[in-house]
Structures are given as C-alpha cells and as structure tokens.
C-alpha cells in the first residue's frame, strides 16, 4: 500500500517562498516517478513538477524558473522548493506517484492528501 505525507503549505505574501516535502513509505518507494500538481478552486487539477528517483525533472511552463523539485532517496522524500511566488499558485498541492511518466494526473497511482497553499496579494 503506497502512502504519501505532504506538508509545508501556508499563508505567504506575494513574492514570497515556501518549500513543500512529500514522505513516501510502502510501496511508492518502488514506483519510477514522483508529481507536484494543485488543485484551485473551481478549477481541474494540473500538473506542477516531477521527478524520477534517478533526479530528471520536468515543470510545468507557468512555474518554471520559480519552482524546484527535488528528491532525498535516504529520506524517501520529495520537495517543492517554490519561490517568488504569485497569488495564482494558490491552491491545494499534493503529491502523487506512480510507475511512468507523465504530466496527466490519471496515469498517477497514489496520492496524499494535499497542503494548502495561500499567495497574498
């Protein structure tokens, strides 16, 4: 059973940062890829960042050059580092796994539960 612990989201002015980690345990250790995607309101989920446990990453074009994804193997955890931050990053923020990649939630196996995220203006 794979499961995921996101934390870090918060309240932060515009221009700010904010640094998200997603524990993994059980059988996400396994899996090949590791997804940052949020959810605002009255809006479809979509996809934010991803890294494979060998470190590739990709970013979606709206975060590109603010966000970073990384991972620690040791820790079995993967981070958001998200910086200069807009009031449109807000929303909720979870992290996914899965066995391929790609940008599109449904090809994602498990999930957590999600982290706020809140940009002041």
């Known amino acids: 059973q794979a499961h995921m612990v996101e934390s870090g989201g918060g309240l932060v002015q515009a221009g700010g940062s904010l640094r998200l980690s997603c524990v993994a345990s059980?059988?996400?250790?396994?899996?090949?890829?590791m997804g940052w995607f949020r959810q605002a309101p009255g809006k479809e989920r979509e996809f934010v960042a991803r890294?494979?446990?060998?470190?590739?990453?990709t970013y979606a074009d709206s975060v590109k050059g603010r966000f970073t994804v990384s991972r620690d193997g040791a820790k079995n955890t993967v981070y958001l580092q998200m910086n200069s931050l807009k009031p449109e990053d807000t929303a909720v923020y979870y992290c996914?796994?899965?066995?391929?990649?790609?940008?599109?939630?449904?090809?994602?196996?498990?999930w957590g539960q999600g982290t706020q995220v809140t940009v002041s203006s």
């Open positions: 996914a796994a899965g066995r391929v990649s790609g940008s599109n939630p449904s090809i994602y196996d498990a």
């Open positions: 059980g059988s996400a250790l396994s899996w090949y890829i």
């Open positions: 890294v494979t446990w060998s470190g590739d990453s």
